[in-house]
């Protein structure tokens, strides 16, 4: 059955074990973490331990998820709290050591803020972890301040953040991470999340102590009437000055004039993800899910059987199933009101493919049928259309309608000898902005026929139309069009089209002439699919080799093509065959596109996503902003509507996790991202649809999270 995700905890006092159920179950956990401030932690155990408990008991928590548990507190007990029933145990960070010793009078001779923090840990006691120098001053004196507050106001003036780890050592440094330290789910960690938005400090004016501040360390101070010529100033004049003694140098207010309005700016916030659930998968085979319009859909191989369960945005169950199908592969595909499994090699089918239709609302089933040397071409809302090929045998091309498993049509192509290697089937593909209309569909990637590939979905503004199919035999280098009903509108005409790649696009059909039409260069051409009459031919450079011909923007195809080790990516304008932008777009790693309604996305390809992702102009190929953070770890892995999502790795102490944000393409702006589990657990499929994401992994855990509406 499924279970929803649940907290796994791990309590350490004094050094033992202490266990979170049984006979003195732990009611209540709180752990406090910040940055500028010491850590603290209350634990809530419905009776006493079965441990002696002292103040100055070291605490050690380590919190996760059924098993997967990291180190999120390390401090010491510090208070002793009688509950009816129960006891609540109070500790802080070893940090919270530099608040101990009084408020007292200290000075510091050149010393860099760095040795000034050092020295206060080594007297508190407490274990330093990353500390910065920062700048050096030649007199520094703490006045009636704890340790604590004189290492703050030090960070303070550096930019520096003052905070401790998990593990309870002390930082002191500029701030450099990339990803959060943490992830709080909703509907988990969160009830509920408010946004504030505020306007950052435009600048900031720091006045050090004396003109010696232009003049060097070593320079004796006076008194002036104007300290500007010595001041430093950070963004906009006159909107905050501050003195500050400590300061000796401009150079050192120079820094606390920067750390004070990008302090400011640390404190906006422009938006955030909110995660609203998660759940465990049950079984160890194979597993994939995809997201729909408000739900979330996984598939996953359990005890011999295939489960499918349908949840919420908001994590809650509506209600999963077991089918008798065990695969080795599988893809969900939702469409009109059912939900189609593409389950691969099962074993409980001597190893043929098997489609399971369901009814999307209930789990109902409503077919379980073996499509052995099947290819779909689309899912045409509650139809599908498909293409079959059997060795020495006539291959078909049929409209089934799912439900039933009634053939509403069905047409003879060719006798097949080696599969669908030289002859397929395109649907008519057109440019839909806003996805696919209520009469439209979704054309399917070609792929093998027993492709078993359950990565990335990509969902772009394209739809299949329903009017019409292409069918292209180049072994004699005729073309067939049907229409919606299986007839023949033109039949077998020539179109002398290589078909390893090519499309059919805004009723156009684009791809390579063969050899006999086209003797020593690599062309491109392009036929009406309305008689199939050859419109245009696009010649390429000598030596050229076509790799991808796909579209690339409402009125655009593009081909992708390598010559002389390197690759080129040119448009073609589907009305005049010319090229539609001014250069090529050019790459060392193999590239590849999609289309989404604010453009193209382009990047390196990476299994199944694309790393150095950027969005560009369909009409120009001009670049209109990178997405993500350049990094070559990170990839996008997903698209639908707006969103993209893209995955990276966030290292804390010495785990790694792998990450999942969501890019609005329409503006660039990220949100945070989530953890979706080690690295050692590959992301095994990610989906979006509408503000709707779904990722799993192969630790089996299912992240279902909601988007910031737009703005």
Same mark, same amino acid.
């Given at each position: 059955?499924?279970?929803?995700?649940?907290?796994?905890?791990?309590?350490?006092?004094?050094?033992?074990?202490?266990?979170?159920?049984?006979?003195?179950?732990?009611?209540?956990?709180?752990?406090?973490?910040?940055?500028?401030?010491?850590?603290?932690?209350?634990?809530?155990?419905?009776?006493?331990?079965?441990?002696?408990?002292?103040?100055?008991?070291?605490?050690?928590?380590?919190?996760? %998820?059924?098993?997967?548990? &990291?180190?999120?507190?390390?401090?010491?007990?510090?208070?002793?709290?009688?509950?009816?029933?129960?006891?609540?145990?109070?500790?802080?960070?070893?940090?919270?050591?530099?608040?101990?010793?009084?408020?007292?009078?200290?000075?510091?001779?050149?010393?860099?803020?760095?040795?000034? $923090?050092?020295?206060?840990?080594?007297?508190?006691?407490?274990?330093?972890?990353?500390?910065?120098?920062?700048?050096?001053?030649?007199?520094?004196?703490?006045?009636?301040?704890?340790? &604590?507050?004189?290492?703050?106001?030090?960070?303070?003036?550096?930019?520096?953040?003052?905070?401790?780890?998990?593990?309870?050592? /002390?930082?002191?440094?500029?701030?450099?991470?990339?990803?959060?330290?943490?992830?709080?789910?909703?509907?988990?960690?969160?009830?509920?999340?408010?946004?504030?938005?505020?306007?950052?400090?435009?600048?900031?004016?720091?006045?050090?102590?004396?003109?010696?501040?232009?003049?060097?360390?070593?320079?004796?101070? %006076?008194?002036?009437?104007?300290?500007?010529?010595?001041?430093?100033?950070?963004?906009?004049?006159? #909107?905050?000055?501050?003195?500050?003694?400590?300061?000796?140098?401009?150079?050192?207010?120079?820094?606390?004039?920067?750390?004070?309005?990008?302090?400011?700016?640390?404190?906006?916030?422009?938006?955030?993800?909110?995660?609203?659930?998660?759940?465990?998968?049950?079984?160890?085979?194979?597993?994939?899910?995809?997201?729909?319009?408000?739900?979330?859909?996984?598939?996953?191989?359990?005890?011999?059987?295939?489960?499918?369960?349908?949840?919420?945005?908001?994590?809650?169950?509506?209600?999963?199933?077991?089918?008798?199908?065990?695969?080795?592969?599988?893809?969900?595909?939702?469409?009109?009101?059912?939900?189609?499994?593409?389950?691969?090699?099962?074993?409980?089918?001597?190893?043929?493919?098997?489609?399971?239709?369901?009814?999307?609302?209930?789990?109902?089933?409503?077919?379980?049928?073996?499509?052995?040397?099947?290819?779909?071409?689309?899912?045409?809302?509650?139809?599908? #259309?498909?293409?079959?090929? *059997?060795?020495?045998?006539?291959?078909?091309?049929?409209?089934?309608?799912?439900?039933?498993?009634?053939?509403?049509?069905?047409?003879?192509?060719?006798?097949?000898?080696?599969?669908?290697?030289?002859?397929?089937?395109?649907?008519?593909?057109?440019?839909?902005?806003?996805?696919?209309?209520?009469?439209?569909?979704?054309?399917?990637?070609?792929?093998?026929?027993?492709?078993?590939?359950?990565?990335?979905?990509?969902?772009?503004?394209?739809?299949?139309?329903?009017?019409?199919?292409?069918?292209?035999?180049?072994?004699?280098?005729?073309?067939?069009?049907?229409?919606?009903?299986?007839?023949?509108?033109?039949?077998?005409?020539?179109?002398?089209?290589?078909?390893?790649?090519?499309?059919?696009?805004?009723? *156009? /059909?684009?791809?390579?002439?063969?050899?006999?039409?086209?003797?020593?260069?690599?062309?491109?051409?392009?036929?009406?699919?309305?008689?199939?009459?050859?419109? &245009?031919?696009?010649?390429?450079?000598?030596?050229?080799?076509?790799?991808?011909?796909?579209?690339?923007?409402?009125?655009?195809?593009?081909?992708?093509?390598?010559?002389?080790?390197?690759?080129?990516?040119?448009?073609?304008?589907?009305?005049?065959?010319?090229?539609? &932008?001014?250069?090529?777009?050019?790459?060392?790693?193999?590239?590849?596109?999609?289309?989404?309604?604010?453009?193209?996305?382009?990047? +390196?390809?990476?299994?199944?996503?694309?790393?150095?992702? +950027?969005?560009?102009?369909?009409?120009?190929?001009?670049?209109?902003?990178?997405?993500?953070?350049?990094?070559?770890?990170?990839?996008?892995?997903?698209?639908?509507?707006?969103?993209?999502?893209?995955?990276?790795?966030?290292?804390?102490?010495?785990?790694?996790?792998?990450?999942?944000?969501?890019?609005? *393409?329409?503006?660039?702006?990220?949100?945070?991202?989530?953890?979706?589990?080690?690295?050692?657990?590959?992301?095994?499929?990610?989906?979006?649809?509408?503000?709707?994401?779904?990722? $799993?992994?192969?630790?089996?855990?299912?992240?279902?999270?909601?988007?910031?509406?737009?703005?």
């Amino acid at each position: 059955m499924t279970a929803t995700l649940k907290p796994d905890l791990r309590v350490r006092i004094g050094g033992r074990e202490v266990p979170a159920s049984g006979s003195n179950p732990l009611v209540r956990v709180v752990v406090e973490m910040d940055m500028n401030q010491p850590a603290a932690s209350t634990l809530t155990f419905g009776v006493e331990p079965d441990v002696a408990l002292k103040l100055g008991d070291a605490l050690e928590i380590d919190l996760g %998820w059924t098993g997967d548990v &990291w180190r999120v507190f390390t401090g010491a007990v510090v208070g002793l709290e009688p509950k009816h029933p129960g006891i609540a145990i109070r500790a802080f960070g070893d940090e919270a050591k530099l608040l101990h010793g009084g408020q007292v009078s200290q000075v510091f001779e050149n010393q860099t803020f760095g040795e000034i $923090v050092k020295a206060h840990a080594r007297e508190a006691g407490v274990v330093t972890g990353w500390i910065e120098d920062g700048p050096r001053v030649p007199h520094a004196y703490r006045h009636h301040q704890s340790r &604590w507050d004189h290492c703050k106001g030090l960070a303070a003036r550096a930019g520096f953040d003052l905070y401790a780890t998990e593990q309870g050592k /002390l930082n002191f440094a500029r701030f450099a991470r990339r990803a959060g330290d943490h992830v709080l789910r909703m509907g988990q960690d969160l009830l509920a999340l408010n946004i504030r938005f505020a306007q950052p400090l435009p600048g900031a004016t720091v006045v050090p102590e004396s003109p010696a501040s232009s003049a060097g360390d070593d320079t004796a101070a %006076w008194l002036v009437k104007d300290p500007a010529p010595h001041s430093a100033t950070e963004g906009e004049e006159g #909107v905050l000055v501050v003195s500050d003694a400590l300061l000796r140098t401009r150079e050192a207010a120079k820094l606390a004039a920067r750390a004070i309005v990008e302090a400011s700016k640390r404190a906006t916030m422009l938006g955030d993800l909110k995660l609203v659930g998660s759940v465990q998968v049950p079984g160890a085979g194979a597993l994939t899910a995809a997201a729909g319009k408000d739900v979330v859909y996984y598939a996953a191989v359990a005890d011999g059987k295939l489960t499918v369960a349908a949840h919420g945005a908001d994590g809650t169950q509506k209600w999963t199933k077991s089918y008798p199908v065990e695969p080795t592969g599988v893809r969900i595909q939702p469409t009109g009101n059912l939900l189609v499994i593409d389950a691969q090699k099962a074993a409980t089918h001597a190893g043929k493919d098997v489609r399971l239709v369901l009814d999307a609302t209930t789990g109902d089933q409503k077919r379980l049928d073996p499509v052995e040397n099947q290819r779909v071409v689309a899912y045409l809302g509650g139809d599908i #259309v498909v293409e079959t090929g *059997v060795p020495s045998k006539p291959g078909t091309l049929q409209r089934i309608e799912l439900a039933t498993g009634g053939v509403r049509w069905k047409v003879t192509t060719k006798s097949y000898s080696t599969g669908f290697t030289s002859a397929t089937t395109r649907a008519l593909v057109v440019n839909a902005p806003d996805g696919p209309a209520a009469n439209q569909g979704v054309a399917m990637p070609v792929l093998g026929v027993a492709d078993t590939d359950t990565g990335a979905d990509w969902h772009e503004t394209l739809a299949a139309d329903p009017a019409g199919f292409v069918f292209l035999d180049d072994s004699n280098g005729k073309a067939t069009v049907w229409d919606g009903n299986g007839k023949a509108k033109v039949n077998a005409a020539a179109v002398p089209v290589k078909a390893d790649d090519w499309t059919v696009y805004a009723g *156009v /059909l684009v791809g390579q002439l063969n050899d006999k039409a086209s003797p020593g260069r690599v062309t491109i051409a392009g036929f009406g699919t309305e008689n199939l009459t050859k419109r &245009w031919e696009f010649p390429l450079a000598a030596g050229s080799s076509v790799d991808k011909v796909k579209p690339c923007g409402p009125k655009n195809v593009c081909v992708l093509y390598s010559a002389n080790g390197s690759y080129s990516i040119k448009s073609i304008d589907l009305s005049t065959g010319k090229e539609a &932008w001014a250069a090529d777009m050019q790459a060392t790693s193999k590239p590849n596109w999609y289309v989404v309604g604010a453009g193209m996305i382009v990047g +390196e390809e990476r299994f199944g996503g694309l790393s150095k992702p +950027e969005l560009r102009d369909p009409a120009t190929g001009a670049a209109l902003r990178p997405l993500g953070s350049g990094r070559t770890t990170d990839a996008v892995i997903a698209a639908g509507g707006r969103w993209v999502l893209t995955n990276g790795v966030r290292v804390s102490g010495s785990q790694t996790f792998w990450t999942v944000g969501a890019i609005d *393409v329409t503006t660039g702006k990220t949100t945070s991202t989530l953890d979706i589990g080690p690295t050692s657990a590959t992301i095994v499929n990610a989906s979006v649809s509408g503000d709707v994401l779904a990722v $799993v992994g192969k630790n089996r855990k299912l992240v279902i999270g909601r988007m910031p509406a737009a703005k």
